[in-house]
């Protein structure tokens, strides 16, 4: 008899993932299942192929996006005469499984009577029955009638000090999926369960509350739940048609439950809540939408009933899985926000009443063509929104250059990521991300430059996170702040600010001097080598260590780090791009990953970490004032005839002028009229107090916002628009990838997608567009935009997604080179760079470097974020990082008062002392509208792409007497105390007295030995 089970060993290989890359030495062949052959795969779990055949197995504590965890036995199979848990197990060649053995039925059903001595099934009064629930279906599967082993109560409460999920111990049946989801898939190392305790429950930092835990509020655990124990408190007396009983009939309710089962049985009792799980699906919705916060692009179902969100569900989202933040969780309050804008808005007299949208389009049309006809279209600018849709974006590029005919159109990836942008256009062809995020969870390096990953791209940094831990990826962090990423990172380093050009080029000089380079891909894949190696002459590491204050042992062990590795990704943000240098530093990383072959592969590649949802896709549609759609040049006339010719207009042949060069024109007064969408420009852009000014000087100012923001109080007209769940479109993610979005609710009454507002304005201006769907926008944009033309909306039905270039038969590429490059010899360049000291530097009086940066908890200034109590209560305000030195220094504390002094102005915030950061450096996130750090910038930019110095500001801080309480509460999940485990050390069960392998003696096998 062949003897080929093959179990999973957790030592060498965590959750049963392999190391070996996704499909490599992949082996197909065919194993039985009930006597029926079934296909499987050398990778394969028997779980996965069980469930595929379609055989019905009990299994509660595996998830496919976890791995085997091991800890409920319910999955027990007969295999050559043994018991085995078949999600443990590998499939091998010949294998022959039977599922529904005596024994094996035996050992299954033992399993879940003890899955079921932790849980009451009070299923009919339960929020979380709605047809999905793994305890009720397994249940049911099992047909299990009566509770062999009896419930008993825990002596433990309900914990429901988080704000956004509630732990209700007496219905834990300690499957472990949580814990597993936050040690090795989140990464956060909150959760653990206290195996050698009488009654084992799951524990928050070892034995906290939630509440004052270091939990971050992902949901990753909520969401694999398989039960009730953890539930959304969104979900809590909304779901079902009884749950909204108050408490004590409530309780009344489930005792009734209760005392029906000895009687009737759970069959019974199942069918009454099945019945009324059938009338819930009649009034839940469940929609799929794309996150609005970040360039991750998590999607999810949005569980709805009326306008009540009763739960965000990740589940399928091909970049995140069951994964998300706690923005894309819990962060949806400003839909139904009393705050929103529901009419359009005259300024008369210097105050605002409510207007009809006829009258408010009117106004609009009439003031724009009269400031045209005296002062031409580009007294007019235009501002499209990097969080409305890719058509939203497309449109609004189209009135500016078609209607208002103007190429002085712009969004705010001016901001923060056009330099990246630049300096993958220098070198590699396209501006975009090489590859895939799987591409980085597979490499055997990461640098990350300038990022903090964990916060502003956490479901990304969960990636890196997880590869680390469990398969071996190495990390190296450039930061100036000792952040999440830095502190688990191998190799941390600190360079002084805005040098990063000069590590990143004298790294890559040695990597060449030293015979690391990657010749034969130089030679067949790049141009320009000779010159390129010439202008690192000057980077010596002698030179870097000196200027950028980092050891020359440093920079030599980052070198040979490189040069080992097999696949490198780099991975950078604002705190690169947010600099004098920010285009010349993303190209010399670009350089680098050249010289060392690190494009063209999977698990290599640059990654400039796009921030907001549709950063990435308001520049490729268009709304630039130097490209069309695709990045088609503006002044090619061959490309502007096509336009032309589609549109059936003239259009403006010279580039426009950017967002910041438009606030220097109104201050010249060239510019006269600005047409504003989602976006607060009055602190986002840099040296907020001159923008202010400027937009106080213009003739007429149109907002079209879903707030009321700061940018509102200049302008003319605002325009209610609607949030990204009041609306159909696409947006497209850091990863190049096209997502749709389907509409969740109507828009409030009085609001208006902005896709049908930017149409009106149009037609009002004299246009005559008939889009009705945005679905007919696509369309036009896949047939102007060569790099779109295969783009539908059926191709992005659902959770498909196509990763850009898409050719006209609709296959995309996910890896962004793989033959050539995009440059007419197919071959990349080498594009060599020089290094310039800032021009903003700390002197005697301001002596201190200000830092910058988004919370993991708001999406930058906090418009949206700040509208969710519970975001609200545990990140309330703004603070200033200080250092443990220089608090002693000036004699502060945390909570003290300070004031910051830039040479263009100052802001008041509290401090927080921490060892986050260095000396004479400061920190101060993003989240304030009241003290914007925007109060602090400069006006230098990088010269190429005019995308502002924001990193590099130089302060004075004045402290004042007054110390107020922390700007971080306790419930602050900064404030916890991780408890790093291996995942849930099911072996630490399987140690317990009373623990033993359900089933008959004769056929168990031995528990795997615990490390
Ligand atoms: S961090 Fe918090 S919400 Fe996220 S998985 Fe861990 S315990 Fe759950
Ligand atoms: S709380 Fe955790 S251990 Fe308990 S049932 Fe839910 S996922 Fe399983
Ligand atoms: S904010 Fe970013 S990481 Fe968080 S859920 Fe949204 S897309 Fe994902
Ligand atoms: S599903 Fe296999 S042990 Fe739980």
């Not at 702040?481 to 688990?488: K, L, P, Q, S, V």
């Amino acid at each position: 008899m062949l003897k080929t089970v093959q179990l999973i060993n957790r030592e060498t290989q965590p959750n049963g993932h392999s190391s070996v890359p996704e499909g490599l030495y992949k082996q197909r062949f065919a194993i039985t299942v009930d006597g029926v052959r079934q296909q499987a795969s050398s990778d394969e779990l028997l779980i996965d192929v069980i469930n595929r055949s379609g055989v019905q197995l009990p299994h509660v504590c595996y998830h496919p996006q976890l791995g085997p965890i091991q800890t409920c036995d319910t999955c027990m199979v007969e295999i050559n005469g043994e018991l085995v848990r078949a999600c443990a197990t590998r499939v091998s060649p010949g294998l022959s499984v039977t599922t529904n053995s005596t024994v094996a039925s035996a050992a299954q059903r033992e399993a879940f009577d003890r899955i079921l001595s932790n849980h009451l099934l009070y299923c009919t009064v339960c929020d979380n029955s709605n047809g999905n629930c793994t305890v009720h279906n397994t249940t049911k599967m099992l047909g299990v009638e009566h509770q062999n082993i009896p419930f008993q109560t825990k002596p433990y409460t309900v914990d429901n000090t988080n704000p956004f999920y509630r732990y209700d111990p007496n219905q834990c049946i300690l499957c472990g999926r949580c814990v597993e989801a936050c040690q090795n898939l989140e990464v956060n190392e909150t959760l653990s369960i206290d195996w050698e305790s009488p009654h084992p429950r799951v524990l928050w930092d070892g034995g906290s509350t939630i509440g004052n835990s270091s939990c971050v509020s992902c949901g990753h655990c909520v969401t694999v739940c398989p039960c009730n124990a953890l539930m959304e408190t969104s979900m809590l007396g909304h779901a079902g048609f009884l749950t909204g009983l108050p408490k004590p009939a409530l309780d009344g309710m489930i005792e009734l439950v209760k005392g029906l089962e000895p009687e009737m049985g759970f069959g019974t009792v199942m069918r009454v809540s099945e019945a009324e799980e059938a009338m819930r699906e009649s009034r839940i919705r469940r929609t799929k939408t794309v996150c609005t916060y970040c360039g991750v692009g998590c999607s999810f179902d949005v569980w709805s009933k009326d306008r009540h969100i009763l739960k965000i569900e990740p589940f399928e989202g091909p970049v995140n899985g069951v994964s998300t933040c706690i923005k894309g969780k819990f962060a949806w309050d400003h839909i139904n926000s009393e705050d929103r804008l529901t009419k359009p808005l005259i300024r008369e007299g210097g105050v605002f009443r409510e207007a009809s949208w006829e009258e408010a389009l009117s106004l609009v049309a009439r003031r724009l063509n009269e400031i045209k006809a005296a002062n031409g279209p580009d007294s007019i600018g235009l501002i499209s929104s990097s969080k409305c849709t890719n058509e939203e974006s497309f449109l609004m590029q189209k009135l500016a250059r078609a209607v208002v005919g103007t190429n002085n159109i712009d969004n705010c990836s001016r901001y923060c990521q056009s330099p990246a942008t630049t300096g993958l256009f220098r070198t590699v062809g396209y501006g975009g991300d090489s590859g895939s995020f799987t591409d980085i969870a597979a490499a055997e390096l990461v640098i990350i430059v300038g990022s903090n990953t964990a916060e502003s791209h956490p479901v990304l940094a969960t990636r890196i996170k997880r590869a680390q831990k469990l398969h071996g990826l190495k990390l190296v962090v450039s930061d100036l702040r000792e952040n999440e990423m830095a502190r688990r990172a191998d190799v941390y380093f600190h360079p002084k600010p805005g040098t990063d050009q000069i590590w990143l080029s004298a790294i890559t000089r040695y990597l060449i001097d030293n015979g690391f380079a990657k010749i034969d891909f130089i030679d067949a894949h790049v141009n320009g080598f000779a010159e390129y190696r010439k202008s690192l002459d000057p980077f010596t590491l002698e030179f870097a260590s000196q200027r950028c204050r980092l050891s020359i042992d440093t920079l030599k062990q980052v070198a040979h780090m490189i040069a080992d590795a097999k696949t490198m990704c780099i991975c950078w943000a604002m705190g690169v791009t947010q600099h004098s240098m920010g285009s010349d530093t993303s190209t010399a990383i670009s350089n680098l990953l050249l010289v060392t072959g690190n494009y063209m592969r999977p698990g290599t590649g640059a990654y400039p970490l796009r921030g907001h949802n549709n950063v990435q896709g308001a520049s490729d549609n268009g709304s630039m004032p130097n490209f069309f759609p695709g990045y088609q040049s503006v002044e090619n006339p061959e490309i502007r005839g096509r336009f032309e010719e589609y549109w059936q207009t003239k259009l403006p042949p010279k580039t426009g002028l950017d967002n910041h060069q438009m606030v220097d024109a109104i201050h010249a007064g060239k510019l006269k009229a600005m047409y504003i969408i989602g976006e607060e420009m009055s602190i986002v852009d840099s040296n907020a107090n001159y923008v202010d000014d400027a937009f106080s000087k213009l003739e007429f100012l149109v907002i079209q916002e879903i707030f009321f923001g700061d940018v509102c109080q200049y302008a003319d007209v605002v325009l209610p628009a609607a949030p990204s769940l009041e609306k159909d479109g696409t947006f497209t993610s850091s990863e190049r990838r096209i997502q749709r979005l389907y509409q969740v609710f109507e828009p409030l009454d009085g609001c208006r997608p902005d896709w049908q507002i930017i149409r009106d304005v149009a037609n009002h201006l004299g246009a005559d567009w008939k889009y009705q769907h945005p679905s007919e926008v696509m369309a036009e944009i896949a047939a102007l935009t060569p790099m779109f033309a295969g783009v539908t909306y059926e191709r992005l039905e659902g959770y498909q997604s196509l990763q850009w270039p898409v050719a006209p038969d609709g296959s995309d590429q996910p890896l962004l080179y793989t033959k050539d490059f995009p440059f007419p010899d197919g071959k990349a360049r080498f594009f060599p760079t020089t290094w310039n000291e800032p021009p903003e530097q700390p002197d005697a009086e301001f002596d201190l470097h200000v830092n910058n940066g988004r919370l993991l908890e708001h999406f930058h200034e906090g418009n949206l974020t700040y509208r969710t109590a519970g975001i609200a209560a545990k990140t309330p305000d703004t603070f200033v990082e200080v250092s443990p030195e220089l608090a002693t220094e000036r004699n502060l504390t945390t909570g003290s008062w300070v004031q910051l002094t830039s040479r263009y102005g100052k802001i008041r915030v509290r401090a927080v002392v921490t060892d986050r950061v260095h000396g004479k450096e400061l920190y101060v996130p993003m989240n304030s509208v009241e003290n914007p750090i925007n109060r602090l910038t400069s006006s230098y930019t990088d010269p190429v792409t005019h995308t502002p110095a924001f990193k590099e500001v130089a302060v004075k801080m004045t402290v004042f007497e007054e110390v107020g309480e922390s700007p971080l509460p306790r419930t602050n999940s900064r404030w916890g105390h991780p408890t790093p485990q291996r995942g849930v050390e099911v072996e630490r069960k399987w140690r317990r007295p009373d623990y033993r392998l359900p089933g008959p003696k004769l056929f168990q096998i031995q528990p795997l030995r615990a490390r």
